[in-house]
């Protein structure tokens, strides 16, 4: 029987397929996504399309300041996202007697790359935000409970603020969508016939 003949591997290939064995095995584990709730703000918010607003991180948390509901205790009030700690978006509604000019026209200045977009009465986005104004006319058969502001206060404003890390800006067709669905929920969730 003919002997076989063999080569001794010199230490250093071995050492170089042991390394790539253990590149195959072994894989990088990137810290995980951050978790956001399905929706956010008053269940207003698809809270996949406001995680794609805000910074990545690891921990998500939310405050409000009153239920969304301008008629009947308070006529405005606010969402806050945090992540890690920081605001990373803001979602406001105000409830005006009339149509309130000055509030109009602080929603437009000094905006970045600003453009008028047809959602609500009038609607506008910028580079880290977007806002709408609309007349809600509700019923009789809902009538306000709280005296001081009735249903003929009527004019809502609804505004989006994000907080992207520096030199960034976000999508405005995310934030027209994200508006667009805000504007939405307002007016089903205020009673408006609009």
């Not at 095995?25 to 698809?46: I, R």
């Not at 709408?132 to 009538?143: K, L, Q, Y």
Request: charge should be positive; proline fraction near 6%.
């Amino acid at each position: 029987m003919p002997r076989r003949k063999t080569f001794p591997i010199a230490s250093a290939t071995l050492a170089v397929l042991a390394a790539a064995s253990l590149q195959g095995c072994t894989s990088e584990h990137k810290a995980s996504s951050l978790k956001f709730p399905d929706s956010v703000c008053w269940d207003a918010f698809n809270g996949a399309d406001v995680k794609k607003l805000v910074p990545d991180g690891k921990k998500f948390s939310s405050d409000t300041t009153n239920n969304f509901d301008l008629y009947n205790g308070k006529e405005s009030t606010i969402c806050s996202i945090y992540i890690d700690g920081r605001t990373r978006f803001l979602a406001s509604a105000h409830r005006y007697p009339v149509k309130n000019s000055v509030e109009q026209r602080n929603l437009v200045e000094n905006k970045p790359n600003i453009a008028a977009i047809k959602v609500g009465d009038k609607g506008w986005v910028w580079d880290t935000g977007a806002a709408s104004t609309f007349a809600c006319n509700r019923s009789d058969s809902h009538p306000a409970t709280d005296p001081q502001h009735p249903n003929s206060e009527k004019y809502v404003i609804l505004r989006i603020d994000t907080y992207p890390p520096a030199g960034k800006k976000s999508s405005h067709q995310l934030l027209e969508k994200t508006l667009r669905h805000y504007t939405d929920f307002a007016v089903e969730k205020l009673l408006c016939r609009n």
